[in-house]
């Protein structure tokens, strides 16, 4: 189906894609945002766990010299050589410390008196050697006032003859409570530390700046501070490898003795947008504009269905208002009339003498008046229930009386065939009900049965009390109903007649009409019939 949407539904289209874009635009700009946040905090968590295992490893040589501080101190002689390499080796047992390192003793003239690993004895020729030879004057001069200064002292990492970045540590040696003996040197591996920081993370995202407070770079391989360099080994997580720019690093400071030393972290790669998350929001921006797009359609067709639907209902109460009229000129114009005839025809039947073939016409004609007349009477009530111009007020009425007074109506009829109708009353026949609503449905019931009992048949009317109902119903030993009229009793659209069994014919709407008042009270309307047999028709209604 084509058509043209209104301007204005354009112009509303317009304005939604405007404010959508708006909103998507912001809550692209809000994810993107958040993912930055959280890619920060994941960067910081990184970074304060690496500074954590980089203190660690620290703090254990701090432990292992604390230690052989302590054993010299409480030593009764100062411990010799073999004394100290024994207790070394039993206390990194218990610590978790790697093996490379060279703990030398120094006197007070810088003459190496010690110099062992874990597994050696002088094992760079140190001993009897002079401090001298691997130090100038001014790097004597500078431990010598950070020992008088400190217990323990930390220097910067230096780039050393076996090809490795070592970490100096000393602390002094003292005996008989304040008299210096000399200091303590341990020349650590640094690269056993640095490896800590790598363990259990993912170096395909992270890199790591190594430095001293005083701006010293350094990695596993190599101390960048202008001096020589020993090895031709370079570390492939060194920073500089890398395009990332100083400001992408965050940085946490780690306390070690006298000094200070930095771990920087950054991401390898710069932050990209997640491309899933791209497509996803483009996507949900199509869908949400197609679904505004339904909408704005869906709406101009309801809009437009609507008027079409005003308007047939405009003709629809056009020709309920011509059927109103319609039915007024048939109760009002038609009635009348036929009540005339009829009285003129009861006139007639008065007369003296009057011979055979004047009665049968006079009494066709007056049968013919009396079923119009009916016809015209239900045909009035179904258009009045249909246009609502029937009121529901019940009162305390008395059925049986009723039934008497329809029986008498129709008695004529009645002694016709002569038939027998019996009434058998089993419970007070008070009940609260519209009486014109419940005459109308006897009055309906009792001219069927009439119409289709056979001569000198029986009609029993029987009312009873089942449970909180109140039951009527009405047996006759007539004809019966064709099945094929059983499901179109009470269906207005197809209205069905039988006639008599004096070829009475019927409207059909009595049926529709009585079942439609028993409704109004809430209650029931059945028919049970087996053609050839008879009918039974009956109502419940609440007492």
């Known amino acids: 189906m084509y058509f043209r949407l209104p301007k204005k539904y354009y112009s ?25 946040i959280n890619r920060k905090v994941q960067l910081e968590k990184i970074n304060k766990k690496t500074a954590s295992d980089f203190q660690n490893a620290l703090n254990n040589y701090v432990t292992l010299m604390s230690g052989i501080r302590s054993y010299v101190k409480l030593s009764d002689e100062f411990p010799s050589q ?17 093996s490379s390192y060279i703990i030398s003793y120094v006197d007070t003239s810088h003459i190496f008196k010690y110099s062992f690993t874990k597994d050696q004895i002088n094992p760079s020729n140190l001993i009897g050697t002079s401090v001298k030879k691997l130090v100038n004057e001014k790097g004597i001069e500078l431990m010598e006032k950070k020992l008088k200064k ?6 910067n990492p230096y780039n050393i003859i076996e090809g490795r970045v070592g970490l100096p540590i000393a602390f002094k040696a003292k005996k008989n409570q304040n008299k210096r003996t000399g200091y303590f040197s341990i020349i650590k591996d640094f690269k056993p530390i640095i490896d800590r920081v790598y363990y259990n993370i993912d170096t395909s995202k992270y890199v790591f700046r190594f430095k001293t407070s005083t701006g010293i770079e350094f990695d596993r391989e190599r101390v960048y501070d202008g001096k020589t360099i020993h090895n031709t080994r370079e570390d492939d997580q060194y920073w500089r490898n890398f395009d990332v720019h100083n400001e992408h690093f965050i940085q946490t400071q780690i306390p070690f003795l006298n000094k200070k030393f930095i771990i920087e972290t950054a991401y390898k790669e710069p932050y990209k947008r997640n491309p ?3 497509f996803l929001m ?9 679904f505004m797009l339904f909408i704005i359609v869906q709406l101009y067709i309801y809009k437009r269905k609507n008027k079409i639907i005003d308007r047939q209902k405009k003709e629809l109460s056009e020709v309920v208002a011509t059927k109103n009229k319609f039915f007024t000129i048939i109760a009002h114009d038609l009635r009348s009339p036929l009540s005339s005839v009829i009285n003129f025809l009861d006139l007639l039947k008065q007369e003296q003498n009057p011979n055979n073939q004047t009665s049968q016409i006079i009494d066709a004609l007056e049968d013919s ?16 229930i249909q246009t609502g111009k029937i009121h529901y007020s019940p009162k305390k009425i008395d059925v049986l009386g009723i039934i008497k007074d329809q029986i008498k109506i129709q008695e004529q009829q009645a002694l016709r065939k002569n038939i027998n109708i019996i009434i058998e009353a089993s419970t007070d026949s008070k009940v609260m009900a519209d009486k014109n609503m419940i005459a109308t449905v006897i009055r309906n019931l009792l001219s069927n049965a009439i119409k289709y009992s056979h001569q000198n048949g029986i009609i029993v009317i029987e009312i009873n009390k089942v449970d909180s109902f109140f039951s009527f119903s009405i047996e006759d030993n007539g004809i019966g109903i064709l099945e094929k009229h059983k499901d179109a009793l009470f269906d207005v659209t197809k209205v069905t007649t039988q006639q008599g069994t004096l070829q009475e014919k019927g409207s059909g709407l009595g049926l529709i009409i009585s079942k439609q008042f ?11 019939s087996v053609y050839g047999k008879g009918t039974i028709a009956s109502f419940t209604i609440p007492l």
């Open 12 to 36: 509303v289209f317009a304005l939604f894609v405007i404010v959508s874009s708006v909103l998507v635009f912001w809550g692209d700009s809000y994810i993107t945002e958040k993912e930055k």
């Open 82 to 98: 073999e004394q100290l390499h024994t207790f070394v080796n039993y206390q990194l047992s218990s610590i978790p410390i790697d």
């Open 150 to 155: 400190y217990d323990y002292v930390a220097f």
């Open 276 to 278: 899933r998350l791209l």
């Open 282 to 290: 483009i996507l949900w921006y199509t869908l949400l504009l197609s």
């Open 369 to 384: 008046s009396k079923n119009s007349l009916s016809l015209l009477d239900n045909l009035l009530k179904w258009s009045k």
């Open 518 to 528: 028993i409704e109004i009270h809430n209650g029931t309307l059945s028919i049970e």
